[in-house]
């Protein structure tokens, strides 16, 4: 689906948070003496995996550090360096490099994602001997005979878990006046029980044992393959749970976010919706320092300098500083790698993983000006400074605003109201082209903007991020001149269609929830149209297959009516966490109005002018 680098956050024994990221000894150096900040890369989307951590030949043992502790009812067990170095098995190393080059599963995740029926350096010691015998060649045959001996089958470490707040009926299903859609509001509610998990107490009492890194509270997982918690997914997952009107849900994923976080930066966002539904200001309270961690990381790890009509500018970019291929798609990085001259690879691999940063793993978006923009080898994620990146971070720095004026620090909300406009010029200056009326991903070698269509040129729109009272006219026009409004079944993600997951012709609800609710917040009545237009566009392709299918799926082909969608480097999964919870805010935002029949057939591009012209008629004609 998609993919991201995790930063880990610890608290230590003095209630220090402590954040730890991909590939580095813990405590030995780095940006900052004793509390090292640094990325864990991870293919697909954050989770708490060990294997997501490590680029070799760096070796790093997070759950075991001296004096940390993680969040639950007792400190996690310490460990010997000899006794726990799961992350030799599971983040880099020949045991890991045999079995994925082996191709002994047909995803590269199942390996990595599989528990140890022993002591890892026993382990470890078993294959050093098995792959000497061999002259280190080992026969697939006996390499799998070894893990069927020495690692447990996929999923050991969750049990289900029914949420405790779960209850019948939910209040914005009264909203929804299609008797259909309604009991699909109704059958979506009901699979927040089925996506609901647990870690189990063994991950805790023998973390040494599991990739997974224990966390104290249950969760909503998106679901198939993508069995964990992850970091932008539960986003939107914690918006569904909110009209389903499940705050205590959302506050323990929100408690594990807190302890592990990653990117992109939504963290503050999430706290905000919550607070939005429960006033719970304690829990703000206890945990702001927290937040602006959060923000801090950004600030000292992924900042760039940008200069323009004699100004310099400070924004944010994707960049992972550590290469090796992702374990989860070790095989496929390493193949990929052995296109390129050896001296290239490594910077590969660590724009691979920028790419899994930006939750867009992966798009032609990262690979234009390029070798061969066609290729994933062409990929230079880092080289751009992302539209949406900057928006998510503008946001989190007005709430961080309104949070410290809320608990009497007036001088921490000048702070982040001073950043937030800081950051609205940068965008202004360096990503928004007013002939184009958006704003666009700015590429740093080439010194120019990339002018391709992605919804996420719109985020600054459905994060409040700007100055210029028109832009909601120009964004519109933009959708308009590019043809975007003609697409029937959805956005499209990109107008490239490359095979990856993140372009045409697949769309994603996060995507469509960039785009409607940005339109949607405008006091335009035209914004405010289209934006129910695209809603009712995407509500009928998710209805429409779920009607067919009886499943909701993580993104959807909309060349051919909406299908399941495809491309990228698993199968596509069912569930599914952000789906349904953008589903879930649509039918809240539009159930009045929404319909699941062809009697409200899709708009074709010709009509859909008419139909905006139609809807301003009653303002227009005198009263």
């Not at 703000?284 to 959060?294: F, K, M, S, V, Y």
Request: glycine share 8%; proline share 7%.
């Amino acid at each position: 689906m998609k993919g991201r680098a995790l930063t880990l956050a610890v608290r230590d024994s003095r209630d220090r948070s402590l954040h730890f990221s991909g590939g580095i000894q813990a405590g030995g150096g780095g940006e900052e003496a004793g509390v090292p900040m640094r990325s864990f890369p991870r293919g697909r989307k954050t989770m708490v995996r060990l294997h997501f951590f490590l680029s070799p030949p760096h070796h790093f043992n997070l759950p075991f550090l001296p004096d940390a502790e993680v969040p639950g009812p007792r400190q996690q067990p310490h460990a010997s360096e000899a006794g726990m170095v799961p992350c030799q098995i599971y983040c880099h190393g020949e045991l890991l490099h045999h079995v994925q080059m082996a191709k002994l599963y047909q995803d590269d995740k199942q390996f990595v994602d599989m528990p140890l029926s022993s002591a890892p350096d026993q382990v470890l010691q078993r294959f050093g001997e098995l792959a000497a015998a061999y002259n280190h060649s080992i026969p697939q045959q006996q390499l799998q005979a070894f893990i069927q001996e020495h690692f447990q089958s996929v999923g050991q470490e969750l049990q289900s878990w029914t949420p405790e707040d779960w209850k019948d009926s939910p209040r914005f299903l009264q909203k929804i006046s299609d008797p259909k859609l309604r009991a699909w509001g109704e059958q979506l509610h009901q699979l927040w029980k089925k996506l609901g998990k647990k870690v189990k107490p063994e991950v805790l009492s023998h973390p040494e044992q599991f990739s997974l890194i224990y966390s104290a509270h249950p969760f909503i997982v998106p679901g198939g393959r993508f069995v964990e918690f992850y970091y932008w997914d539960s986003y939107w997952v914690m918006e569904g749970l909110l009209l389903s009107e499940m705050p205590g849900t959302v506050k323990g994923m929100l408690q594990n976010f807190l302890d592990l976080r990653s990117q992109p930066p939504l963290l503050t966002l999430m706290m905000d919706r919550y607070l939005t539904h429960t006033n719970d200001t304690a829990f703000l309270r206890d945990n702001i320092g927290t937040l602006a961690l959060e923000l801090d990381f950004w600030t000292e790890n992924r900042t760039i300098s940008v200069s323009s009509g004699g100004k310099s500018y400070v924004l944010n970019h994707y960049a992972v500083p550590y290469g090796g291929p992702r374990p989860e798609s070790y095989s496929k990085d390493a193949e990929l790698a052995d296109t390129l001259p050896e001296g290239d690879r490594e910077a590969l691999w660590a724009e691979l993983k920028a790419g899994a940063e930006s939750g867009w793993d992966f798009s032609s978006r990262w690979l234009v000006g390029g070798p061969d923009p066609t290729l994933l080898s062409s990929i230079r994620t880092s080289k751009f400074v992302p539209v949406d990146l900057n928006a998510f971070l503008c946001q989190a720095e007005e709430l961080m605003s309104n949070f410290y004026s809320r608990l009497g620090n007036d001088i921490q909300a000048a702070k982040y109201r001073d950043l937030r406009q800081q950051r609205i010029a940068a965008m202004r200056a360096i990503l928004w082209d007013e002939e184009k009326g958006a704003w666009f991903d700015y590429d740093l070698e080439k010194g120019k903007k990339n002018l391709e269509f992605y919804p996420s040129n719109l985020t600054p729109l459905w994060s409040g991020c700007f100055s210029d009272l028109d832009a909601v006219d120009k964004a519109l026009k933009y959708l308009e001149d590019s043809q975007i409004l003609t697409y029937q079944y959805g956005i499209p993600t990109s107008l490239q269609n490359t095979g990856q997951q993140w372009d045409f012709p697949n769309a994603w609800a996060p995507l469509q929830d960039l785009v409607i609710r940005g339109l949607a917040k405008s006091p335009s009545p035209r914004a405010q149209e289209v934006a129910f237009q695209l809603a009712q566009n995407w509500i009928r392709t998710n209805f429409e297959v779920y009607s067919q299918k009886s499943a909701m799926f993580e993104k959807y082909d909309i060349s051919n009516g909406g299908q399941p969608g495809g491309g990228g480097e698993y199968e596509v999964q069912e569930g599914f966490g952000w789906t349904n919870g953008v589903v879930l805010m649509l039918l809240d935002r539009y159930g009045d109005r929404l319909s699941s029949g062809t009697q409200t057939a899709f708009l074709e591009p010709h009509c859909l002018s008419a139909a905006l012209l139609l809807s301003l008629l009653p303002s227009l004609l005198p009263q």
